[in-house]
């Protein structure tokens, strides 16, 4: 059915129109509100009074797409657009809506088309979004409408069949899905319970259905619940378990490896990281390893009808959340070898140096590195060059003024001069 949509705040219905041209007279038009399209075999339809010959939508009109699509109107519209039952009947009575070509295929009572009630117990009637005062919009468009809100009534509606792609250019209008019934008069009891299990299993909402004489609304669907968590966390330890075992393992036959690290000036901390990256990949290849299995097998059960009717399937959120959780455990049993190896890779008993507090506007701290006389030079070059990029209107710690250096010789007593001087020299 065509229905009406929310634009900047205003509710609009959809904006139809429909002309009947007669060969004697000037053409007329009138002003409709909705398009209900019924399939050929509604099981409905008997509750619909014509004033035409019963000629209701055959099955073929539902598949044809060149022939002029068949429409029924209401007989107050036929009415006013001087639309005669002998017209009708004849079989030529074309209209046209909102520029689009019809044939009128029957005329009916409206208030007969009011009357007839769903499996649900209410109308078939299009709700009136332009009459709903609180209006409650799902997108930028769509409205929300509730059960009690007002409808448009059957005078302003015409049937057309559910098949055909009407080619309608409306403003303001949506064709919406609205209500479907399938009825099984040959099924069994047994056959329609089950053909009915199966599309709730697949739906996962509430459907209305009749089953034995008795209305249902029913829904079969999985929950959330915390039901099975212990059956989760156990294997999740255990896997948490192994892989700090395998971390460990790994971290003592690999000691050679950080001693090396260590003497070519690798940081303990990057060391750390390395285990961690490691960590990384066995969380990535066990999650898409174990979903690519789960699939896998799930799929074989199915095919060999071993699931007991179970729909095995892995492509929801909790997923996820499955692989996080594996994820998580990986980290965590990973951190306590990763900081074992940066221990072993620390030159001393901390994993890094820093600079110590200051003593008024003095600095003084010993060298985390050793070095020989012959060394000094660049040593000094260095603390020259740190010192220049720590000068005034830096960002840091401390900052320092333009740094003056100089190399001299130790002073030598005079008396150790002479003794030590050559002849000659002194």
Not at 50 to 72: G, H, Y
Not at 189 to 210: H, M, N, P
Not at 338 to 355: H, N, Q
Request: glycine share 8%; proline share 6%.
């Amino acid at each position: 059915m065509y229905v009406g949509q929310s634009y900047i705040g205003q509710s609009y219905n959809p904006a139809l129109e429909i002309l009947f041209e007669p060969p004697d007279g000037p053409p007329k038009r009138v002003e409709f509100l909705s398009i209900v399209k019924l399939a050929a075999r509604e099981p409905l339809r008997g509750g619909i009074r014509f004033l035409t010959k019963p000629n209701w939508f055959t099955p073929e009109q539902d598949r044809a797409s060149e022939d002029i699509c068949p429409v029924m109107i209401p007989s107050a519209m036929a009415q006013r657009l001087g639309i005669s039952i002998e017209r009708v009947e004849k079989g030529d009575c074309e209209v046209r809506i909102n520029g689009c070509r019809f044939r009128v295929q029957g005329i009916f009572d409206a208030e007969s088309f009011g009357n007839i009630r769903d499996l649900d117990g209410y109308d078939l009637l299009p709700f009136d979004i332009k009459a709903i005062r609180t209006v409650v919009t799902v997108t930028s468009f769509d409205v929300l409408a509730q059960d009690t809100d007002p409808r448009i009534g059957p005078e302003n509606i015409v049937l057309a069949p559910v098949g055909r792609d009407l080619q309608i250019q409306t403003k303001y209008g949506l064709l919406r899905r609205a209500s479907m019934a399938i009825a099984m008069p040959n099924a069994s009891y047994k056959e329609a319970k089950a053909t009915i299990d199966s599309y709730l299993e697949r739906k996962a909402q509430s459907v209305f259905y009749g089953l034995g004489g008795v209305a249902v609304r029913g829904k079969r669907a999985r929950e959330t619940t915390f039901v099975g968590l212990l059956d989760l966390l156990i294997p999740l330890i255990i896997a948490a378990l192994t892989v700090l075992n395998t971390m460990r393992g790994s971290v003592y036959e690999r000691s050679g490896e950080i001693f090396v690290y260590n003497a070519v000036g690798i940081a303990p901390r990057y060391v750390f990281s390395m285990f961690f990256a490691e960590a990384f990949v066995y969380a990535v290849v066990g999650s898409v390893v174990g979903y690519v299995f789960s699939q896998g097998i799930g799929r074989i059960l199915t095919e060999l009808d071993m699931t007991g009717g179970l729909n095995m399937t892995f492509t929801s959120i909790t997923t996820i959340y499955a692989s996080l959780a594996i994820a998580g455990a990986v980290f965590v049993s990973t951190y306590f070898p990763a900081r074992t190896a940066m221990r072993i890779a620390e030159p001393a008993e901390d994993a890094g140096w820093g600079l110590p507090e200051p003593s008024g506007d003095e600095l003084r701290f010993r060298l985390p590195f050793t070095f020989s006389a012959r060394d000094r030079i660049a040593i000094l070059a260095f603390f020259e060059r740190y010192l220049q990029e720590h000068g005034e209107g830096s960002a840091g710690r401390f900052f320092a003024a333009p740094p003056k250096m100089a190399l001299c010789e130790e002073i030598v007593p005079l008396r150790a001069r002479k003794h030590s001087a050559p002849a000659g020299q002194e």
